[in-house]
């Protein structure tokens, strides 16, 4: 056989195992050249043949957008904060003490004349009796009178021991910068967890005339009886505010302010005594105070200090309010002094005994003025 011949067989051969091959293959291993007729497809809804348990699948829940956090409002020194109210009504707590401190009760109505920049003012509205109080402890937290401030601030635990199951409470420390310890709390243990985290100042700069502000704005939505309780030098290093900026601020809010001074605490220990910077911070403390409405208060002993809280506590507990509707309805945006004083039926300066028949000397404690509304 020649080579031709072989090769024309062997070729022949090829041919044939490769068919055979071919025929093999199932023919659904292979995608189908032709598209399937409509009637065969299968059907793209509802339910499918052979297909076993159905499960329906629950769509993802998206996540609720993340809101950003609010910053904190920034004081504007050049802000006159005011009155905003459609019927200019202005409320004024009002305390009367005696020379002790202790508030005098049992006073009506009748017993008080108001007068807006000399002019009298009817009262609208008049209440009185226990009440529970807001009040945020503001705490000077600064290394360079920390010896000092530390038996202040032991002593401020007593002031747990007024407080009562309906009031609100707030710590807010500063030294460099204003810091919230425990936002308004009806809890003594988160204010008790506050007062434990100050123990080692970092900073030796006090921003007192800010951190009043910080405190009074966030307190100007408060209603019903709220103080702040500032155990301070009275002395400012650090602030933005100056301290006419500060004043303003105070006057204009109806929140009531009592300083507790510690510098009085060094004074009595310094063989110097006070010096100018001590009599300034004095003077301050005492013009915060009376602007507010409040009472500033220079123990030079630690033992003072539980006799002052329990002060403050029935003095917050026991005002006055009196409303009115100023006769001057202009919305000037100006400062109005306001003037209240305690009478009798005729008018005249009331008098006050006591039990024994002795004449009872008393104050009275009421914020200096507002600001009127500007339209």
């Given at each position: 056989?020649?080579?031709?011949?072989?090769h024309l067989?062997f070729?022949?051969a090829?041919?044939?195992?490769?068919?055979?091959a071919?025929?093999?293959f199932?023919s659904?291993?292979?995608?189908?050249?032709?598209?399937?007729?409509?009637?065969?497809?299968?059907p793209t809804?509802?339910?499918?043949?052979?297909?076993?348990?159905?499960?329906?699948v629950?769509?993802?829940t998206?996540p609720?957008p993340?809101?950003?956090?609010?910053k904190p409002e920034?004081?504007n020194?050049n802000?006159?904060?005011?009155l905003s109210?459609s019927?200019n009504l202005?409320?004024?707590?009002v305390?009367?003490v005696?020379?002790g401190?202790n508030?005098?009760?049992?006073?009506?109505?009748?017993?008080?004349q108001?007068?807006?920049?000399?002019?009298?003012q009817?009262i609208?509205?008049?209440?009185t009796g226990?009440?529970?109080?807001?009040?945020c402890m503001?705490?000077?937290?600064?290394?360079r009178?920390?010896?000092?401030?530390?038996l202040?601030?032991?002593d401020?635990?007593?002031?747990l021991?007024?407080?009562?199951p309906k009031d609100?409470?707030?710590?807010v420390?500063f030294?460099m910068?204003?810091?919230i310890?425990?936002?308004?709390?009806?809890?003594?243990?988160?204010?008790?967890?506050?007062?434990d985290?100050?123990?080692?100042?970092?900073?030796?700069?006090y921003?007192?005339?800010?951190?009043?502000?910080?405190?009074l704005?966030?307190?100007?939505e408060?209603h019903?009886r709220?103080?702040i309780?500032?155990?301070?030098t009275?002395?400012d290093?650090?602030?933005?505010?100056?301290?006419?900026?500060c004043?303003?601020?105070v006057?204009?809010?109806?929140?009531?302010?009592?300083?507790?001074?510690i510098?009085?605490?060094?004074?009595v220990?310094s063989?110097s005594?006070?010096?100018?910077?001590?009599?300034?911070a004095?003077?301050a403390?005492n013009?915060?105070a009376?602007?507010?409405?409040g009472?500033?208060?220079f123990p030079r002993?630690?033992g003072?200090?539980?006799?002052?809280?329990?002060q403050?506590a029935?003095?917050?507990?026991m005002?006055?309010s009196?409303?009115?509707?100023?006769?001057?309805?202009?919305?000037?945006?100006?400062?109005?002094?306001l003037?209240i004083?305690v009478v009798?039926d005729g008018?005249?300066?009331?008098?006050i005994v006591n039990e024994?028949?002795?004449?009872?000397?008393?104050?009275?404690?009421?914020?200096d003025?507002?600001?009127a509304?500007?339209s």
């Amino acid at each position: 056989m020649t080579n031709k011949k072989r090769h024309l067989l062997f070729s022949l051969a090829l041919t044939i195992v490769v068919v055979l091959a071919l025929a093999s293959f199932p023919s659904e291993g292979f995608a189908q050249s032709e598209p399937q007729s409509q009637s065969e497809q299968q059907p793209t809804s509802g339910p499918q043949p052979n297909v076993g348990e159905t499960v329906l699948v629950p769509k993802k829940t998206q996540p609720a957008p993340v809101q950003p956090e609010k910053k904190p409002e920034k004081i504007n020194p050049n802000e006159i904060y005011t009155l905003s109210t459609s019927t200019n009504l202005v409320n004024v707590d009002v305390m009367v003490v005696d020379n002790g401190g202790n508030p005098i009760q049992s006073l009506g109505k009748k017993n008080f004349q108001v007068s807006d920049d000399g002019v009298p003012q009817a009262i609208t509205n008049f209440g009185t009796g226990e009440a529970p109080m807001t009040i945020c402890m503001l705490i000077e937290f600064s290394n360079r009178w920390w010896g000092f401030l530390y038996l202040a601030l032991q002593d401020s635990y007593n002031f747990l021991n007024v407080i009562q199951p309906k009031d609100w409470v707030a710590v807010v420390s500063f030294d460099m910068r204003t810091q919230i310890l425990a936002d308004f709390t009806q809890d003594r243990s988160e204010v008790r967890a506050a007062l434990d985290s100050l123990r080692i100042p970092g900073f030796s700069e006090y921003n007192l005339y800010d951190s009043l502000a910080f405190v009074l704005d966030r307190m100007k939505e408060v209603h019903g009886r709220k103080a702040i309780l500032a155990i301070v030098t009275g002395l400012d290093s650090f602030s933005k505010l100056t301290y006419d900026q500060c004043l303003k601020i105070v006057k204009a809010s109806d929140t009531a302010i009592y300083p507790v001074s510690i510098l009085e605490f060094m004074t009595v220990r310094s063989p110097s005594g006070g010096n100018i910077s001590t009599l300034q911070a004095q003077n301050a403390l005492n013009t915060i105070a009376k602007y507010s409405g409040g009472q500033a208060y220079f123990p030079r002993f630690e033992g003072e200090l539980p006799d002052i809280y329990q002060q403050v506590a029935r003095q917050l507990r026991m005002q006055y309010s009196l409303g009115f509707v100023p006769t001057n309805a202009s919305k000037d945006g100006k400062f109005h002094k306001l003037k209240i004083d305690v009478v009798d039926d005729g008018g005249n300066p009331l008098r006050i005994v006591n039990e024994k028949g002795k004449v009872v000397k008393y104050r009275i404690v009421a914020r200096d003025g507002y600001y009127a509304p500007k339209s």
